[in-house]
């Protein structure tokens, strides 16, 4: 289901800012659900995988599948299928869109210490603090993302100018 709608968000040639609006929207009002719903056993998986996150190099694509991994886990944890299936579809939009460019050491330790906020938000059961962080998380990495998107694909050198005839007044 969640590769269908992917799939129709990719034909609609999704934007940049479409992607970030829709994940504002939608991810921290799932992290709220998942403080209030998480249990035991999805605050275990969520704890592991913020483990895993923090010891994948850094900037690699491990790196990049576990951070995208995070945000599908704490869809489960609201244990909502409807929503679990829009952020699943969303992220493998936001990998698509994101796999050119490169997460940095920087980027890498700002995503992790922001998931280790939301992961505390959730397992605390604060509901209002999860959705703050999450988006916080959101905002910031979207960002970023777009000013290095951005930067990919501008135009090495910009096109000469063409001087426009002057006009001639007869005499």
């Known amino acids: 289901m969640s590769r269908n709608l992917t799939f129709l968000l990719?034909?609609?040639?999704?934007?940049?800012?479409?992607?970030?609006e829709a994940r504002?929207?939608?991810e921290p009002s799932v992290a709220g659900l998942a403080a209030r719903r998480a249990g035991r056993e999805d605050l275990a998986r969520l704890e592991e995988l913020l483990r895993k996150e923090q010891a994948a190099p850094?900037?690699?694509?491990e790196a990049r599948c576990i951070h995208l991994d995070f945000h599908r886990q704490v869809a489960e944890c609201a244990r909502n299928l409807p929503l679990a299936i829009l952020i699943r579809a969303i992220t493998e939009l936001a990998s698509e869109v994101a796999q050119d460019i490169v997460i940095s050491s920087d980027l890498h330790a700002h995503i992790v210490s922001h998931h280790a906020q939301i992961f505390e938000a959730?397992?605390?059961r604060d509901e209002e603090a999860a959705a703050d962080a999450m988006l916080r998380h959101v905002r910031d990495v979207q960002g970023r993302m777009r000013r290095a998107h951005e930067a990919h694909i501008r135009p090495l050198r910009t096109p000469p100018r063409v001087a426009k005839p002057s006009a001639v007044r007869p005499a």
Request: aromatic share 0%.
């Open 10 to 20: 990719r034909l609609g040639r999704t934007s940049h800012d479409e992607l970030t």
């Open 58 to 61: 850094r900037g690699s694509g």
């Open 122 to 124: 959730i397992r605390t």
């Open 24 to 26: 504002a929207l939608l």
